[in-house]
């Protein structure tokens, strides 16, 4: 009776051993387009530092911090520590000023997710903003907060 369901055997052992080794594919951003807005009167009426982070790890999105605050104060840090597991695309817009198409790095396309810090001297501008959902994001600086819409 071994010998007879051998083959069956061996065959959901094959298929087991073969379903461990297939890796998982994650999903990806939609983002594929990114314009930047910063209204008249922008942050404060400053000039504002503006990051986009593009993560490639699943590990590295638990090291990146909630604000653009944290995120610039110790951004050498970050990017050493986390290496080739993120791109950063780095912008500073007067007020009152727009880029239609931020150029994005080579390897967009397989990022696991993208954020933005802006560099805000108000508190409600400081929390990092989200553009994975979106595939043609707009980055609107106002002159207190952040907003992402849908191009």
């Known amino acids: 009776m071994l010998v007879r369901n051998a083959p069956h055997g061996l065959a959901l052992l094959l298929l087991a051993l073969a379903g461990c080794g297939i890796a998982r594919s994650l999903p990806t951003s939609a983002l594929n387009q990114l314009g930047v807005v910063a209204e008249p009167g922008a942050n404060s009426?400053?000039?504002t530092a503006l990051d986009v982070v593009f993560v490639?790890?699943?590990?590295a999105d638990p090291v990146l911090p909630p604000t653009g605050a944290e995120w610039f104060t110790r951004k050498s840090a970050y990017l050493q520590k986390l290496g080739p597991a993120v791109d950063v695309v780095s912008l500073e817009l007067?007020?009152?000023?727009?880029?239609?198409?931020?150029?994005?790095?080579?390897?967009?396309r397989?990022?696991?997710?993208?954020?933005?810090?802006?560099?805000?001297?108000?508190?409600?501008?400081?929390?990092?903003q989200s553009l994975g959902a979106y595939s043609r994001a707009v980055i609107r600086l106002a002159p207190d907060h952040v907003v992402v819409e849908q191009r």
């Open 56 to 59: 490639y790890d699943p590990q």
């Open 45 to 47: 009426d400053a000039a």
């Open 94 to 108: 007067a007020p009152a000023t727009t880029v239609r198409d931020v150029a994005l790095p080579p390897r967009y």
């Open 110 to 128: 397989q990022a696991l997710a993208v954020y933005a810090y802006a560099n805000y001297l108000a508190p409600a501008g400081q929390p990092r």
